[in-house]
């Protein structure tokens, strides 16, 4: 994703916390305590006390949670809310947004990802991501799989590589829909295909977390269909965090859902909780239609 689109959706969101700061106050005294389970006794991805400025305005407010090996968590929330701006945290992406400041602690089995020594390449490589809008390089099908492993050092002569390449559309389950035209761009594939394209390239550099924004906004119902079963496939071998507006997919393919309101981590509990019995009144509002 550009930096451009980045800045976009960065400034979409801060520019909406602070239309929002009344109520953001208004609300404070209701939001002092994250409620359900964010946390866990085996954590892939372990987050403390997460604070988001862009600027003056800020966007993300003592944010704790965990996320747990091969573990769908799904992030939901009105628009400006933070759920992005919160997933970016993850790797570092937010490093590329002039003006944005993250504070509190960030950990990967662990270890910080915040940390000075830290390099963001091989982090991003840790924890890849999936964008809003597809977005393959202007290469072949092909290159574009192959061009994290060859970058990353994973692998150089081209055996090496086609194995790579084969496995990863495999596991995006699109192989079998573009093995004849391996050297064709991969910018001609339709939308959802493009987004499995992302994904084979996201897999490749074999990650261990796998961060998704909004993957099926720009999608029909059908390739939506495809890539939510492509996201419990992956489940076993991943952990995937994943922002969506649309509380139905949350339901769907997460084990976890995170509620966020106006900066704020509200509740946090088993997916079936949240949609059928929330701990929170800002979570039942929401799910119930009463704002959002």
């Keep these: 994703m550009s930096t451009m689109t980045l800045d976009a959706s960065a400034r979409t969101e801060a520019a909406q916390a602070e239309l929002l700061g009344v109520e953001s106050v208004a609300h404070s005294a209701e939001v002092r305590k994250t409620v359900g389970r964010p946390f866990i006794e085996i954590a892939k991805l372990r987050m403390r006390d997460v604070n988001v400025c862009y600027g003056e305005i800020q966007a993300i407010h003592s944010v704790s949670l965990d996320i747990g090996c091969n573990e769908v968590v799904a992030m939901i929330g009105p628009s400006g809310c933070g759920k992005s701006t919160f997933l970016r945290c993850l790797n570092r ?152 507006h649309s509380m139905q997919q949350a339901a769907r393919v997460s084990q976890r859902t995170a509620y966020f309101h106006l900066g704020h981590l509200v509740e946090v509990n088993d997916t079936e909780t949240v949609f059928t019995n929330p701990e929170h009144e800002l979570t039942e509002a929401y799910i119930t239609g009463r704002f959002g």
């Design 93 to 244: 992406m937010n490093d590329t947004i002039e003006g944005c400041r993250v504070e509190g602690e960030l950990s990967l089995d662990g270890e910080p990802i915040y940390g000075p020594k830290v390099d963001v390449v091989p982090l991003r490589a840790r924890v890849g991501m999936v964008f809003q809008k597809p977005n393959p390089f202007p290469k072949s099908i092909y290159e574009n799989v192959a061009y994290g492993p060859k970058i990353h050092g994973i692998a150089s002569r081209r055996a090496e590589l086609d194995e790579i390449v084969e496995n990863s559309l495999h596991r995006a389950g699109l192989w079998n829909e573009v093995k004849d035209r391996l050297n064709k761009p991969g910018t001609g594939l339709s939308g959802g295909q493009q987004q499995r394209l992302c994904i084979a390239r996201a897999i490749a550099v074999s990650p261990e977390v796998i961060l998704m924004d909004e993957p099926c906004s720009a999608l029909d119902p059908i390739a939506t269909a495809r890539i939510e079963e492509l996201i419990d496939e992956l489940r076993a071998n991943y952990t995937i965090a994943i922002v969506t």
